[in-house]
């Protein structure tokens, strides 16, 4: 039985990195069959704790990020970052190569948010397209 006094994601992983640390909390499978990575509860709350504690560097609780990770362990490692933060996570899936802005640009206009989190690839490969169309010239990449 759970605490009643658990209202939220973050309270719900804390509660789950101390009664059962090393449990599986996500697995992540490539194409759906084949595991590729897996995180235990204490795993995922020390990695968001750090990360949210970084993030805080960079923006106030409220702020709004886009989140442009391919599905995996980053995406989620990074969101509960977001939760523990206080920051509004806005997931978007990163664009592909070559590929057109105006999505992205629309959903940027839209949730104004002060930060970028994406992978090092991520950012690497599209680097070209931001700089020559930026989002915002407000956006703190990370």
């Not at 391919?70 to 523990?84: K, Q």
């Not at 899936?93 to 994406?118: E, G, H, K, W």
Request: glycine residues 2%; charged residues 15%.
């Amino acid at each position: 039985m759970l605490d009643p006094n658990i209202t939220n994601f973050v309270d719900l992983l804390k509660y789950r990195a101390t009664h059962t640390p090393n449990k599986t909390a996500y697995i992540f499978l490539e194409n759906g069959e084949t595991e590729q990575s897996r995180i235990t509860y204490q795993q995922l709350h020390q990695q968001a704790q750090t990360t949210a504690a970084h993030l805080l560097t960079q923006a106030n609780p409220g702020d709004r990020a886009l989140l442009l990770y391919p599905s995996g362990l980053d995406f989620i490692t990074t969101f509960f970052a977001c939760l523990y933060a206080g920051i509004i996570a806005v997931p978007v899936y990163p664009p592909r190569r070559n590929q057109s802005l105006t999505r992205l640009q629309s959903i940027t206009t839209d949730a104004t948010p002060t930060l970028a989190l994406t992978t090092q690839k991520i950012l690497t490969d599209t680097q070209k397209s931001w700089e020559q169309n930026p989002l915002s010239p407000t956006l703190t990449w990370l």
